[in-house]
Structure formats: structure tokens, C-alpha cells
């Protein structure tokens, strides 16, 4: 004698799970980001091949671990707030400073996507992003822009541009000194406030030579007149 069931459509169900997971694992292995989904207690359930670069340890020893365990007290100390936000239905996203166990000292920027199901959050999709080059780029900028900017402060130069797209003008510090203005103080800057400052003599002459630097994309190449917001004195500027 014995049981018979038909278990055709529970193999069915198993094989296309298992080919989802495939599937999502190629994916996310494909990805240069750290992705990971943390369950309530804060145990990895998954994590992709970046996890493996970045902490030198197999996908397997890591899937099932605690966060504590993983990244360290210090580190988790500071991430358990904010996944708990997440783990409350926020998206949470922030930059950090860590250390990983294979690259050293590195720049993150992590995302925490709550998954919620049926207005429950079940889990946490974890998204850490190496900037680490972005973060240098942008500080290798802001010096090289200081540096410029005390170079053209010692020369008494001013820079200034309109931004045609967000129909703007933009002054550097120096050259609201130039126009006798306090950098900290001063109104928005436009293309009124500047033609103000234009001595009557010029401003036709500065108007129709600007308006042709713009109609023909050239660069805008003139000596002019102008009064001083703060004395009224008259200065040539170049």
C-alpha cells in the first residue's frame, strides 16, 4: 500500500523561485553597489558578490549573520538608527565614513528601502554605493576653486556668469567688491543690478556689445565705467 500526491504544481512553484533567485542574483552580482536585504533582527538574508570584495568573505559566511557581527560594533552602532527609521517605513538615505576590510578607509553613500507587504514592513533592501573617487573629486575641486579664488583676490579680479538655463547671474565675492558692494550683505545679484552700477555714458555701448556676445556665443570682451555702490566713485573695469 501507499500514498500517491500529485506534487506537480509545488515543483513548478520551487522551479520558478529558484529561477527568480538565479535571476536576481546574476543581476545583482553584475552590480558595483553592495546590495543586501536585512530581515527585522538585523540578519543578512542576502547579500550579492560586492559583499564578498568588500569584506574579503564568502556570500555564504556572511548570509545569516547579524549586522553586529558583520560590520562591527562601532559601525552598527551608528546604522542601527537609521535602520530603524527604515524598518518604520522610512527610505533612508546618508554618506558615511567606513572602513572596509579589503579596500581601507572608504566614502559610502547607503540607501535603506523599506519592503513592506501588506502595510508591513517584512524587511530592508540595503544599498551601499562606493563614492570614495567622487568624494576626492569634488574636495580635489572645492581646493583647486580656493586656490583659484585667492589667486584672482590677490590680482584684484572678480569673475562673474549668467546661467541661461536658470536665468540667473552669479557673482564671486570679488567681484561685488569690485562693483563696491559687501559680498555678505549685498542684494541678489542680476543683470539689472549690474547695468546699475554701469556708468550712464556706457550702458549702450556695454548693452549692444553684450547682447552680440550672446547672440554670437562669444566671449564678452570690454573696458567700461563704473559707480561704486558703496562711494559712487567711477572705476574703469576690464
Sequence with gaps: SGVSVDVTEARRLREAREASERQLRLIT????VLVAYIDPAHRYRFVNAAYERWFGQPVDAIVGNSLEDTVGAEIYATVRPRL??????????????????T???????ITYVPHCVDGRV??????????TEEVAGEQRLRESEERL??????????????????????????????????PDRMPRPSDALWLERVHPDD???????????????RTFD?????LRADTGEERWLA
Design 84 to 101: 530603524e527609521r527604515a524598518f518604520a517605513g522610512e527610505t533612508v538615505r546618508y554618506r558615511a565614513r567606513v572602513a572596509s576590510a
Design 149 to 182: 579664488q585667492l589667486a584672482m583676490e590677490g590680482a584684484r579680479m572678480g569673475t562673474w556668469w549668467r546661467d541661461a538655463r536658470k536665468d540667473r547671474a552669479v557673482w564671486d565675492r570679488q567681484h561685488a567688491r569690485l562693483l563696491g558692494f559687501d
Design 103 to 109: 579596500l581601507g578607509l572608504r566614502d559610502v553613500a
Design 122 to 131: 517584512e524587511g530592508v533592501v540595503s544599498l551601499v554605493d562606493d563614492v
Design 203 to 217: 550702458r549702450q555701448r556695454v548693452l549692444r556689445e553684450l547682447h552680440a556676445a550672446r547672440r554670437e556665443c
Design 29 to 32: 552580482d553584475a552590480l558595483p
Design 222 to 226: 570690454l573696458q567700461l565705467r563704473i
